[in-house]
């Protein structure tokens, strides 16, 4: 299909956007099955395409009860195709993603930028819309490698200022993931943020675009 071919040409990407996953080889998931050294190390994490969609959607469908129609997915993927990656193992599964996108204020008619409350020009962020790994790949570092990746291209690709993203208050082991292991900070908390009810955490992290 035209769309697929055209959004699968990334020769250009820069080579930190896709990265062999050091892995520790004694791991063990939580079903009990031991991943043999083998298998981790042959696991990778690279930028996520068309193709990978349909896996990234069940991924997405077996881990969290946030889930989305194709066109969210396709739209992503489209729209800011640096900043998405996956996790896969040596026979090309994918065991975990992080979907990202980039929120830009636009200019009004008379080509003025939009202003923050404190009256300087709305910064440009990078927004992470869902992030899993497979019950079994988990505590192995996926998480925390396809976050780096995601904010690493966040501030190099579009000069993004911080990543924002919403977590269930109940949440352990992402808040764990975004507080202790990427120094996350709570921004706010947004009351009855999801459909059943639970509060969202606001969480944010300021990036380093390497600007002055
Ligand atoms: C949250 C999630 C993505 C973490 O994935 P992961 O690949 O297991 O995370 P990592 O192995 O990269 O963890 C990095 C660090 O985060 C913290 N962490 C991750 N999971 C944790 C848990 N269950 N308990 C406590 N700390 C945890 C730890 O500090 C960990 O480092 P360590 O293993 O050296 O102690 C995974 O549990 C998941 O897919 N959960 C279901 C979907 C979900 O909740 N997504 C987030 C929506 S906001």
Known sequence: MRLWSSLSDRDA???FLSSRHPQKPSARCPAGQLHTPAELFTMSIR???PDDLLAIQAANLQ??????S???WIYHAMTWPQISFVAEDQKGRIVGYVLAKIEEAEEDESG???QNDNGKPAEIHGHVNSISVLRAYRRLGLAKKLMLLSQ???ATVYKANYVSLHVRRSNKAAIALYQG???FKVAKVEAKYYGDGEDAL????DLDTGKP
């Open 152 to 154: 690493e291209a966040m």
């Open 202 to 205: 606001s969480m944010r992290l």
């Open 47 to 49: 930028l996520a395409k």
């Open 13 to 15: 990407v820069p080579s």
């Open 181 to 183: 292991a990427l120094g």
């Open 63 to 68: 881990n969290l009860p946030e889930n989305y």
């Open 112 to 114: 003025n930028k939009p």
């Open 70 to 72: 194709m066109k969210f």
